[in-house]
């Protein structure tokens, strides 16, 4: 399995997220580094997790604050390859990330103002460099759902291929910090049985090795996590069995 492990930002500190409530979110509490400072913490993910791809949550940007521009240039001079969420709504945010040198830019459902944005970031990005989050609370889309023809999830992420999107992410934000697994293994399977082509990201929960190997049985190539790196439940040895 692939291994993205996950930093959310805000006020300049790496938090814990609890089920997608921010306002609840408080700086983290790790077993791997005593600190809560991103670029430290970037710093341990690869050094002693040999993880030099980091995805990267930047929640004042996606609540609508200006992106941490600084922080991010701080990461990549680490060596590392950056995952930036931060709350697109329209191609110039897309645009924008590109032209920093973000590798991946994420769109998520949560805060993009429609399908044809994707299109846009796709053709003029490639669709390479372009991660649609199919965000959903308690299983269900959140977002603007009425610029989407079928606003179900499946409906919505076979939209957003049919636009050119080749990498999907499915993220439950209610499981985020949680400790009880993605719960989307379901959707995920389907979408990796009618897709095929398309690399299927899961996130939110993850907990262990056995988590991996569900996930990875549904189709899932690559995960997301931070918890579980955090309490050492999830060591390199373990996800490269």
């Known amino acids: 399995m692939r291994i993205i492990p996950v930093m959310d930002i ?15 979110y408080r700086p983290i509490a790790s077993k791997l580094t ?25 929640l004042d940007a996606i609540a609508g604050g200006p992106p941490s521009w600084s922080l991010y240039g701080e990461i990549q001079a680490l060596g590392c390859r950056l995952w930036v969420d931060r709350g697109v709504r329209t ?3 897309a645009l924008e990330l590109a032209q920093f040198g ?15 944005v994707l299109e846009a970031a796709c053709r003029e990005l490639g669709p ?6 199919l965000d ?19 409906g919505i992420a076979t939209q957003a291929i049919e636009k050119g999107i080749r990498r999907l992410l499915i993220l439950d934000l209610t499981r985020i910090g949680m400790g009880q697994g993605t719960g989307t293994q379901d959707l995920c399977y389907r979408l990796a049985r009618d897709h095929r ?17 569900c996930l990875r049985d549904c189709g899932v190539t690559t995960v997301l ?3 579980a790196l955090h309490e050492k439940q999830l060591r390199p040895e373990r996800w490269q069995e």
């Open 136 to 154: 959903l609370k308690d299983d269900r889309p959140t977002g603007r759902l009425t610029a989407w023809k079928q606003p179900d999830a499946h």
């Open 34 to 58: 005593a600190s809560s400072r991103p670029v430290e913490v970037a710093q341990v993910f690869r050094d002693q997790l040999g993880l030099r791809e980091i995805y990267l949550a930047d």
């Open 225 to 227: 996590v931070a918890s």
């Open 91 to 93: 191609f110039a945010d």
């Open 10 to 24: 805000t006020n300049g500190v790496v938090v814990r997220g609890i089920g997608g409530r921010r306002e609840e």
């Open 128 to 133: 390479s460099r372009v991660i649609f989050s």
């Open 197 to 213: 082509h398309i690399e299927i990201i899961a996130g939110g929960g993850v907990r262990d090795a056995e988590d991996l190997r």
């Open 102 to 116: 973000i590798e991946s830019i994420v769109v998520g459902l949560e805060t993009v103002t429609g399908p044809e």
